[in-house]
């Protein structure tokens, strides 16, 4: 207590209670040669006018996505969203809303979180999803902890998750971040040449705690061995399946092939791709994981005059209880960005998810056929084992007669933003190939637009 010294600044309070004279000896720590002792480079103090002059200039170094033709993906989509999500998500009942912890004033909000939870099991064939999760590669980490904690093995065994090869840096980086100091060893599940699973590879993973993989997988491609890897695997052997969310308009939901958990981006619901966020991400399981799940769960029971309520449930999972119980720190999650999905994905309706997923298909596919055309541009994998070339959704990958970057660039001046050199996101991709992308929002204009651009770059020499 300081309560004798009245005259002291809060700042000299705090000082005095830790028995400090002043700022420099509670900084003492930090070595001389590192601290910065001339003044922050900063303007001068600038009126609303000015900034707001600024942030016009600043963004205006921003080429707009829809501005010009646009083909790249990778996880991030340019699907259409409804004006009337935004508008929707806007209202003060949504917006200003925090965390529904007293049900008895929050009914609204809980059931528009119960709601994207039927939703999402309802789209991936599973019994149980929770709110959300950060985005898809905290959700894929998320999923493979939980899995552990559910076949957690003898101390003798180490506790061995298999990942499919080729994923994204920024994927597997959050993975192994999760695993670090976890007692979990990351193995990697080899593709065969067509770019699928190794399904003989995938032996060796039974008995393991997990297998993670993705459909359509980092290449584009729909790996039809998914279906059977469950029975390779065991049951002893949780499956995750990592979901381009779309495309379940079109494929079959991953619970329908035995899959355990299933997660991924939502942002192709309800969101742009904004830069990379704010963006949400999906967790669906089977009851066996319900008690290992992370994140928050709004349950449907009766109140006490038998009429429909929702609540928060399963809460010692999260921070805010018992946080000496979580299962994760994963708390503060997406809740807002994921009922912009609910919204998209009511407004559409099974029907409409439907005609999305197709769209999807059929851009991809006009535009893999017109950039297939070029001489010297061919498929990155174009042996699917079973005499035709392998399906692909939202995005292909092929193999350029040049660097991937070179031809980026000569898109790039011709006002084409033409995809995304894998070499840029997988470690031990060659840099002639480039990956793709085509959603609802690529015209016959846009297809051509690149494939002009990339035959004139072919045949001046690739440079």
Known sequence: MVDH?????REAEMLHSMGLESIEDLFSDIPEDIKRVEPLDLPLPQTEEEIWADAQRLLGANIAMNSRPNFLGAGLYQNFVPTMVPMMATRGEF???YTPYQPEVSQGMLQAMWEFQTMISELVGLPVSNVSMYDASTAAAEAITCAVRVHNRK???PNVVYVTEWLPEHRLSVIQNYVVGADIE???LTTNDDGKINLEMAKNANGCCAVYVEQPNPFGIIDTNI???KEIIGDDTALIVGVNATSLGLLTPPGEYGADIVVGEG???GIGATAGGPIYGLFACTEKYLRQMPGRIVGKTFDSNGKQ?????LSTREQHIRRHKATSN???NETLIALMGAMHMALLGPSGVQKLAIRNTAACEMTKRSVLSIPGIELLHNDSGENQPPQHYNEFSVILPGSATSALSFLNHRGVTGGLALSDIMEGADDSWLLISATDQTKLDDIQELSVGLNEWVLGGCS
């Open 267 to 269: 942002q192709a619901f």
């Open 227 to 229: 279906q059977n890897l």
């Open 186 to 188: 990351i193995r990697l």
């Open 330 to 332: 994963i708390c503060s």
């Open 5 to 9: 010294l009245p005259n002291l600044g």
């Open 155 to 157: 101390a003798s065994q």
């Open 95 to 97: 917006l200003t809303a």
């Open 309 to 313: 309520a929702f609540t928060l449930t």
